[in-house]
């Protein structure tokens, strides 16, 4: 079946540093993905979807300059974390759907980032 | 969005059968019902998903009510392995992201 990997799956880095995570279909072409965010015993909050192409569409109260998402071609999207601050410590999720219609989202397993 | 109700968390016994409920009262007629489930410190996983007529896949079926405004999720035969939270979330259209709820925390003893 459709797998969506993601990269890395545990990341610390020091406050103010800024941090990669990268998101790929590996066997369809995703001109759409979407990143969540998880804070512990919480459930997956949308934070913006990526547009292949295009710029990303954020939700209300994620910061742009802070969350850079760039979808650069259809198998592959990223998101950097600027300047991490311990505040931003949570656990990061992709997912991609593969075709155009409501079929079911694959989801990444997942980026916990701690940032000391 | 339309939004989704589900109890936060039910028990089980292995080998039993369980039935998660889902209320979406507010459903409209182009929301699709999805289910997906969440293990500790991975992401969602797929279920399964229908838009009117009851579906049976190898992990689950789901029962979709006749005014669609609930549904359940039936896993046969609970395994521990089935321990996890899931998520009920309805989809508005092609294209579109999923927006979770808080979902069931369903527990399996043995």
């Known amino acids: 079946g459709a797998v969506v990997s993601q990269h890395p799956s545990r990341v610390i880095c020091k406050s103010g540093t800024s941090v990669k995570i990268e998101c790929r279909s590996l066997?369809?072409?995703?001109?759409?993905m979407f990143w969540y965010r998880q804070f512990p015993k919480q459930s997956l909050m949308l934070m913006a979807t990526?547009?292949?192409?295009?710029?990303?569409?954020?939700e209300q109260g994620v910061e742009k300059d802070k969350f850079l998402i760039n979808h650069a071609s259809l198998t592959l999207s990223t998101l950097t974390v600027t300047s991490a601050h311990p505040e931003d410590s949570s656990f990061y999720i992709c997912?991609?759907?593969?075709?155009?219609?409501?079929?079911?989202?694959?989801f990444g397993s997942g980026t916990q980032l701690s940032v000391l | 969005d339309a939004k989704t109700t589900q109890p936060n968390s039910m028990e089980s016994n292995e080998e039993e059968p369980v039935h998660l409920p889902c209320n979406h009262s507010?459903?409209?007629?182009?929301?699709?019902i999805h289910w997906y489930r969440q293990l500790p410190s991975q992401g969602p996983e797929y279920v399964i998903h229908?838009?009117?007529s009851n579906v049976n896949n190898r992990m689950a079926s789901l029962a979709i009510a006749e005014d669609r405004k609930s549904s359940t999720l039936i896993l046969h035969r609970a395994t521990l392995r089935d321990a996890a939270v899931y998520y009920c979330?309805?989809?508005?259209?092609?294209?579109?992201?999923?927006?979770f709820g808080k979902g069931t925390t369903l527990s399996v003893s043995s």
């Open positions: 997912s991609a759907r593969r075709g155009q219609g409501n079929e079911k989202l694959f």
């Open positions: 066997d369809f072409q995703a001109t759409t």
């Open positions: 990526s547009n292949e192409g295009s710029k990303a569409t954020y």
């Open positions: 507010t459903i409209s007629g182009t929301d699709y």
């Open positions: 229908g838009l009117t």
């Open positions: 979330i309805l989809s508005p259209g092609a294209g579109t992201a999923l927006i």
